[in-house]
């Protein structure tokens, strides 16, 4: 349970826009659901590849901050003990939050899950319309860097621009009228955007810096999506394009 649910935090509230998810879980799958609810700009989509023990119903884990703080607790470093209350609402037995105790028994903490009604109400659900994803790779540790030297070196920008230029992805910062940048992102791709569609450079390089294995897609139509394979699950991060 540890691992699902230190998974879960890293690459939600570990972007540091992300504070509350809501969970879809049944039998045989469970799903995560989220969105930064001040700017959304960032859409959260995931799956577990097995389902999650006792994450059956739909329910919210709000206050992501306390759970992680409870989950890096030294006591629980080890051994520790995570089971899901429940309780019967409606007729139904539901999850109710997580109960925490270490080797030991002496030490213990309780996480409130937010109730069906309440998360519905909180995280509406944000719709995308299939796309056609026109650009799609792997970016390498190496690419990734490229991208944080260009933020670095124009850090009064808020977006970046992408767009292909003789089968290379370029990534451009700034307007030359003024300071700027660019760079080759990924070098060969297959497809063209032709479209100069902007995108927030803090969300991308937050989620390129989580752990898992990364394809990058972007679509002409203004979106683009991160998919972070972590083993435990599939994150996929939806970003609409940002206006200039």
Known sequence: MIDFLKDIVQHTHGLGVINMLKVTGT???????????????VILNADFKQPVAGFEGVFGMPNLDRLNTILNLPPYKEDAQISVVT???NNEVVPTGLHFENAAGDFKNDYRFMSQEIVIDKLK???????????????????????????SANAEEVNFTAKTN???????????????????????????LSKAWQWPVKAVISILDLP????????????????VNTGLATYNYILPAQSK
């Not at 799903?31 to 700009?41: E, G």
């Not at 995308?128 to 991208?147: D, G, H, Y």
């Open 27 to 41: 039998k045989t799958g469970t799903a995560i659901n989220a969105f930064d609810q001040a700017t959304k700009t």
């Open 125 to 151: 659900t944000v719709k995308m319309r299939p796309v056609t994803w026109n650009v799609e790779f792997e970016p390498s540790v190496a690419n990734i860097q490229r991208l944080k030297f260009q933020a």
């Open 87 to 89: 309780a019967s609402r």
């Open 212 to 227: 898992g294995d990364k394809k990058f897609s972007i679509s002409d139509e203004g979106a683009a999506q991160i998919t």
């Open 166 to 192: 003789n089968g290379n992805l370029e990534l451009s910062f700034g307007d030359h009228s003024s300071h700027a940048g660019n760079f080759t992102f990924q070098a060969g791709v297959s497809g063209t």
